[in-house]
């Protein structure tokens, strides 16, 4: 059974830092383009930051550029995402979703992954 599990997340003031993390167990995270995704109250999801197999490719949002970082670690089937200089209009569900098609293209759309976790809450005040 194939399932993602989002954790790090929480309550931090404007300028702090939070790590997220995402455990895929079912299938081997190597084979799987990844990427994050958050939801704020009232707003569609949207995409964050992708990341090819190996870590070798990435593609961000615009307005994370140069704040967030992606990675992953195959040999524990995780792929993390580095968030530093938070601002408050960063507050959102954040999930995690794996494109399983087997093509190394990171995508942005929403309907283009597969799995997704059950989110995550990060909250920034100002």
């Known amino acids: 059974q194939v399932q993602l599990v989002e954790s790090g997340g929480g309550l931090v003031q404007a300028g702090g830092s939070l790590r997220l993390s995402c455990v895929l167990s079912?299938?081997?995270?190597?084979?799987?383009?990844m990427g994050w995704f958050r939801q704020a109250l009232g707003k569609e999801r949207e995409f964050v930051a992708g990341?090819?197999?190996?870590?070798?490719?990435?593609n961000y949002a615009d307005s994370v550029k140069g704040r967030f970082t992606i990675s992953r670690d195959n040999a524990k089937n995780t792929v993390y995402l580095q968030m530093d200089s938070l601002k408050p209009e960063d507050t959102a569900i954040y999930y995690c979703a794996a494109d399983f098609r087997l093509v190394e293209r990171i995508q942005v759309g929403v309907r283009e992954y597969d799995y997704w976790g059950q989110g995550t809450r990060v909250t920034v005040s100002s």
């Open positions: 079912g299938r081997t995270l190597s084979r799987y383009v």
């Open positions: 990341i090819g197999w190996s870590g070798g490719i990435t």
